[in-house]
Nanobody, 116 residues
Framework: VQLQASGRGLVQTGGSLRLSCEAS????????MDWYRQAPGKQRELVAS?????????KYVDSVKGRFTISRDNAKSTLSLQMNELEPEDTAVYYC?????????WGQGTQVTVSS
């Protein structure tokens, strides 16, 4: 199983970035998918979640509501996170996460840096 994240980058405050996570080795549509992030010296936090299948269940942490959009393409086994109006506080390593029952997998993380 592999969750390959891409889209790392350095952007200025107010900029945009799109992260992608391509899954292999799993039946992607069966999995609930999440984006987490971990900033230096802080605990890993859940940023956004999307439910399995058609992804009708979506949740965001309050700090990103209205700025970030999570989506999934089951045909391409890909999870995405569109991040707009980025702020320095969004600087972190972002991880994709797949969960199905008691089974879960993590991606390797991708760095997002927002300069002020």
């Amino acid at each position: 199983v592999q969750l390959q994240a891409s889209g790392r980058g350095l952007v200025q405050t107010g900029g945009s970035l799109r992260l992608s996570c391509e899954a292999s080795g799993i039946t992607f549509a069966k999995y609930d998918m999440d984006w987490y992030r971990q900033a230096p010296g802080k605990q890993r936090e859940l940023v956004a979640s999307i439910s399995r299948g058609r992804g009708v269940g979506i949740k965001y942490v309050d700090s990103v509501k209205g700025r970030f959009t999570i989506s999934r393409d089951n045909a391409k086994s890909t999870l995405s996170l569109q991040m707009n109006e980025l702020e320095p506080e969004d600087t972190a390593v972002y991880y994709c996460h797949a969960k199905w029952g008691n089974v879960d997998y993590w991606g390797q993380g991708t760095q997002v840096t927002v300069s002020s």
